[in-house]
């Protein structure tokens, strides 16, 4: 440590580090509610499935579209400050869900959900790498993501139980409330950096900005994070967000008990390969890239497998298909691990914003990809899909894998070529 680095005390790191994730896990909550109420919902707000599916594909969308301002604004004006907005914009936003009675204002409602939450998670990447040593970065990264998951766990039986005993007002209500709690507590707690409550960047300007996601699109450990974040991320979070229980129960003729323990299984494996992935990539900072294509193969090939098994493929084999699946969400992560020791602390937070929107776009894509060619593939109106429409449908992942895996390599070979020279001595090499 040289005389000029604050001191950091190891127990005022973790209180910040957990109030933070405590507004990313209520961040995951809020997104995940609409989960368990979405017969409510129809019922509430006279809508069809296809309305109600609206919510979260726009949710997503604003997520994904606000990764990079948010990066920008991290950058600029520190965590601690955005956080406190997203908490913030969080409860106004859910409390406006509650209280709402058409569709239309839901729907804005959901959107400023979106936003809301899209502030969460840039911010505390950010607040790691003040806060916690270079070698245990990665760890507390692949950690903050899985407690992050326990948001919608808890969106579940928890949720299901409010909506059933309080009603719609009152269930969403009470949990917008907590964030109001949260945010007193944040306000309290919560330093950008051990020797400074508020750590500012440059003033943004349009010229600014554009040069400094030009800089951050420009180191190749950036392109490299950006890819292995699509590559990774989609087959997992397609599964999880809407095709998983439709393809096991029509396409591999799983009973619904079936189908709903395979999932919990995939957040299960979720959670536990995260830690020793982190734990993994901060013993071996130099083998990143090779971690993520094993991880990557292995999906692939055991996709292959339950695709071309000839009829209904055994539960085993399903076992492991949602287990080896599962990896690749924390696997996505050791994108931001590349980005990280790619750019200097600066523009941290807008390349991390820019790797983060890779796995969206790649799922949105996959998402409405199977959507059209299950229409395609199922004879007349309706939702009967067969195993064969399936079998196409899923296939569409092929050219997702094609087009991350080229741009993989490609990147792969410049990074390992490339250690930037803003960061001459911090951090592994970039891949």
């Known amino acids: 440590m040289s005389p000029d680095e604050p001191v950091i005390d190891r127990r005022t790191a973790f209180t910040v580090w957990i109030v933070a994730v405590l507004i990313y896990l209520l961040a995951v909550f809020h997104r995940s509610s609409l989960a368990v109420a979405g017969l409510a919902a129809t019922e509430r707000f006279d809508i069809s499935a296809s309305q109600l599916a609206t919510f979260t594909m726009l949710q997503l969308l604003v997520y994904a579209g606000m990764q990079i301002p948010v990066g920008l604004l991290v950058d600029r004006?520190?965590?601690?400050?955005?956080?406190?907005?997203?908490?913030?914009?969080?409860?106004?936003?859910?409390?406006?869900?509650?209280?709402?009675?058409?569709?239309?204002?839901?729907l804005v409602a959901r959107l400023f959900v979106g936003m809301g939450d899209a502030m969460t998670f840039l911010s505390v990447v950010r607040l790691l790498t003040a806060w916690f040593p270079v070698g245990r970065i990665p760890l507390m990264t692949q950690v903050t993501g899985t407690l992050g998951q326990l948001g919608a766990i808890a969106a579940t039986v928890p949720m299901t139980w409010a909506l059933g005993n309080l009603g719609w007002t009152r269930a969403y209500l009470s949990t917008a409330m907590l964030g109001?709690?949260?945010?007193?507590?944040?306000?309290?707690?919560?330093?950008?950096?051990?020797?400074?409550?508020?750590?500012?960047?440059?003033?943004?300007?349009?010229?600014?900005?554009?040069?400094?996601?030009?800089?951050s699109w420009a180191q190749p450990g950036t392109r490299l994070g950006f890819w292995i974040h699509f590559t990774t991320q989609f087959s997992a979070t397609t599964l999880a967000l809407l095709w998983g229980y439709p393809f096991l129960v029509k396409g591999e003729g799983r009973s619904a008990g079936e189908a709903g323990v395979l999932l919990s299984l995939m957040v299960?494996?979720?959670?536990?390969?995260?830690?020793?992935?982190?734990?993994?990539?901060?013993?071996?900072?130099?083998?990143?890239?090779?971690?993520?294509?094993?991880?990557?193969?292995?999906?692939?090939?055991?996709?292959?497998?339950?695709?071309?098994?000839?009829?209904?493929?055994?539960?085993?084999?399903?076992?492991?298909?949602?287990?080896?699946?599962?990896?690749?969400?924390?696997?996505?992560?050791?994108?931001?691990?590349?980005?990280?020791?790619?750019?200097?602390?600066?523009?941290?937070?807008?390349?991390?914003?820019?790797?983060?929107?890779?796995?969206?776009?790649a799922s949105l894509t996959l998402v409405i990809s199977i959507g059209l060619i299950l229409d395609w593939r199922t004879p007349g109106a309706g939702t009967d899909y067969t195993p064969a429409a399936f079998r196409w449908a899923m296939s569409a992942q092929y050219v997702l894998w094609a087009v991350g895996l080229s741009q993989f390599w490609?990147?792969?070979?410049?990074?390992?070529?490339?250690?930037?020279?803003?960061?001459?001595?911090?951090g592994p090499a970039p891949a």
């Not at 400074?196 to 943004?204: E, I, K, N, P, T």
């Not at 200097?344 to 776009?361: C, H, M, Q, Y």
């Not at 490609?410 to 070529?417: M, N």
């Open 180 to 215: 109001l709690v949260l945010a007193v507590v944040a306000f309290v707690v919560l330093r950008d950096a051990p020797d400074r409550r508020h750590v500012r960047g440059a003033v943004l300007s349009a010229r600014s900005v554009r040069a400094s996601l030009a800089a």
């Open 77 to 106: 004006f520190g965590s601690r400050s955005v956080l406190l907005t997203g908490v913030l914009l969080l409860t106004a936003a859910q409390s406006a869900f509650a209280l709402a009675d058409s569709y239309g204002l839901a």
């Open 410 to 426: 490609r990147y792969r070979r410049l990074a390992r070529l490339h250690r930037p020279r803003e960061r001459p001595a911090t």
């Open 268 to 361: 299960a494996a979720f959670a536990l390969s995260g830690p020793l992935l982190g734990w993994l990539v901060g013993r071996h900072p130099w083998h990143r890239s090779s971690m993520v294509l094993a991880v990557v193969s292995a999906i692939v090939v055991v996709w292959t497998v339950v695709l071309a098994w000839p009829g209904e493929a055994p539960l085993g084999v399903l076992v492991l298909l949602v287990v080896v699946v599962a990896v690749g969400g924390p696997a996505s992560v050791i994108g931001f691990d590349v980005g990280r020791t790619s750019n200097p602390t600066e523009r941290l937070a807008s390349a991390t914003g820019i790797i983060n929107v890779a796995g969206f776009v």
